[in-house]
């Protein structure tokens, strides 16, 4: 009677089970695990602070599981962008590194050991969409203006190679600009040059450049990437292929502020349930709390949305990573 009656016990026990075993085997997958997150920069500064706020809500949202960061400085993030690249796709290694080296990986630099197109793409938590500022006191009034201007005008960026360099002498060169590169401009110096009128603007990110603008000292005439609606997208603006190629790229690494990702081949279950708790820490209040606090604009994107917005940042015609070389390299076409 025992051994008749366990029959259909074990059965039902088995039939309930299949329809909890994919849920329950994602919330398990890492449980008593150790999960590295890797920070391509030393300790400190915004790279750190996101990665270690990341892994922090990521490990609440993964039961039983811990998160370690751990920092790999050097190269200007390659150094940590190729051991995640090359780490085991377990899914127990995940990291974080400036996307900005789509720029290295385009022009073909022997140190990049990873393609951005096949990592495990986990998410992109913030924007930090860029804008063509001009001074208050300056007369060009919009974008149209500044294209027109018969004189080059003066636009002011950090050191040579920096990415407000390499940005600036890309839209400069790509679109045909009347602009005048003034590079060395570091910290706030840019803003000061302005005021005193010795620059007319700059390419700069949104966030640093929007106090400046609010307390009226300079005006937004153009936007790359985000969502704001108070200035046109530059996109929208450009027509021809080289200037709408340009623009993407900016626009990619604008849209794609602050990433985590996994090693190539990491498997669908673990890559699911990766994915499943970076979207609920950036959904968690203390998150949003965070952002907020670093003027940064929450705009989630999730896995393979990941690479829809790298994509046409990758397709560069020849003539375009000529240019690309050359910002890199410093000088001006």
Same mark, same amino acid.
């Given at each position: ?31 008593? %695990?150790?999960?590295?997150?890797? /920070? ?8 750190? @602070? ?10 609440? =949202? ?19 962008? !190729?051991?995640? =690249?090359? +780490? ?9 590194? !400036?996307?900005?080296?789509?720029? *290295? ?9 990873? &393609? ?9 938590? /913030?924007? &930090?969409?860029? $804008? ?26 950090? !050191? ?5 360099? /390499? ?20 910290? !706030? ?13 700059? $390419? ?33 603006? $450009? ?37 499943? +708790? ?5 959904? &968690? ?18 896995? *393979?949305?990941?690479? %829809? @917005? ?16 050359? +910002? ?6």
């Amino acid at each position: 009677w025992r051994m008749t009656r366990a029959r259909p016990l074990a059965f039902l026990a088995c039939l309930f089970s299949s329809f909890l075993t994919p849920a329950l085997a994602q919330d398990e997958a890492f449980r008593g %695990k150790t999960v590295t997150y890797i /920070v391509a920069t030393g300790p400190g500064g915004g790279y750190d @602070s996101h990665g270690r706020l990341v892994a922090r809500l990521m490990q609440k =949202y993964l039961p039983g599981a811990t998160i370690a960061v751990k920092n790999v400085p050097g190269g200007g993030h390659l150094i940590g962008a !190729n051991m995640l =690249y090359a +780490a085991r796709p377990d899914g127990l290694t995940i990291g974080t590194f !400036n996307i900005g080296l789509i720029y *290295d990986q385009l022009v073909g630099r022997p140190e990049v050991k990873f &393609d951005l197109a096949r990592f495990s793409w986990i998410g992109n938590a /913030v924007s &930090d969409p860029r $804008v063509v500022v001009l001074a208050a006191q300056s007369p060009v009034m919009d974008w149209k203006g500044l294209a027109a201007q018969p004189q080059p005008v003066t636009f002011g960026t950090a !050191n040579i190679g920096s990415a407000s360099y /390499v940005e600036t002498s890309l839209l400069t060169s790509a679109l045909n600009l009347p602009i005048r590169l003034r590079p060395g401009l570091t910290g !706030n110096e840019d803003q000061q040059a302005m005021r005193r009128g010795d620059i007319a603007g700059a $390419v700069a990110a949104r966030a640093v450049y929007e106090p400046f603008v609010r307390d009226g000292f300079a005006r937004i005439v153009a936007q790359i990437g985000g969502g704001e609606k108070d200035a046109p997208q530059l996109a929208t603006l $450009v027509s021809e292929a080289r200037g709408r190629h340009i623009v993407a790229l900016i626009q990619a690494q604008a849209d794609l502020a602050r990433i985590t990702a996994a090693p190539p081949g990491v498997a669908a279950p673990l890559l699911d349930a990766l994915r499943t +708790a970076y979207r609920r820490a950036l959904d &968690d209040a203390d998150f949003r709390i965070e952002a907020t606090k670093l003027g940064r604009a929450v705009e989630p994107l999730i896995g *393979d949305d990941v690479l %829809k @917005s790298l994509r046409p940042a990758l397709d560069q015609t020849p003539e375009t990573l000529a240019l690309i070389k050359d +910002a890199l390299d410093g000088r001006k076409r």
